[in-house]
């Protein structure tokens, strides 16, 4: 799981790049970083469908690798849309808002890649990318055609990426409380207020 976020991470950064600076091509390392995306999901795939023959592997654990799983699957669609936004609708100059949202939706998927290798980490520590594309919707035109794709796209992305935060995070707690677990206890995971 911790691969496929950095390798999404990877992705979303080319897309990210791409709005940007679009006078710049990089249909290469979009394609590239699409490729590994699609090569670490199906890999996490092949995991999760492992896993379920495993003796001991609780039904909880298999259902929220699922749900996660799921959850990846809805934001490589969301990011996937937004690239095509790229070839599919006129340039724009990039609103500060989607810079700091697209910095928070990288910073997310680093900080879920490190507590699925062990670093500690609660909801409450991610950036609140709810108010960052809350702040996004309120810049710019939202008549222009490319603030109105990168508004939907965005919003599904941030969907995605905060419900797959909390199956992360519940997956994480649940596997460092199995005895002989490489994950440390992390206790309870609770969202700041």
């Known amino acids: 799981m911790a691969q496929m976020l950095d390798a999404f991470r990877g992705y979303f950064r080319a897309i990210r790049e791409s709005y940007l600076r679009p006078d710049v091509s990089l249909a290469s390392q979009l394609d590239r970083t699409?490729?590994?995306?699609?090569?670490?999901?199906?890999?996490?795939e092949a995991s999760i469908d492992r896993s379920t023959a495993e003796p001991g592997s609780s039904a909880e654990s298999v259902n929220l690798l699922g749900s996660m799983l799921a959850s990846s699957r809805r934001l490589t669609h969301a990011?996937?849309?937004?690239?095509?936004g790229l070839a599919r609708s006129r340039?724009?100059?990039a609103r500060p808002a989607f810079r700091s949202l697209a910095d928070h939706i990288e910073l997310t998927l680093y900080y879920l890649a490190a507590a699925l290798r062990g670093s500690a980490l609660k909801l409450g520590d991610l950036p609140d990318l709810r108010e960052d594309h809350h702040a996004l919707v309120l810049s710019g035109d939202s008549v222009s055609e490319?603030?109105?794709?990168v508004n939907v796209e965005t919003d599904r992305i941030t969907n995605s990426?905060?419900?797959?935060?909390?199956?992360?995070l519940r997956?994480?707690?649940l596997q460092s409380n199995l005895p002989n677990s490489p994950i440390p206890n992390i206790g309870h995971l609770r969202r700041r207020k």
């Open 34 to 44: 699409r490729v590994a995306g699609r090569l670490a999901r199906s890999n996490l």
């Open 79 to 84: 990011m996937m849309a937004l690239e095509a």
């Open 91 to 93: 340039p724009a100059p």
């Open 146 to 149: 490319r603030y109105a794709l």
């Open 161 to 168: 990426l905060n419900t797959l935060s909390e199956e992360a």
């Open 171 to 173: 997956w994480i707690d």
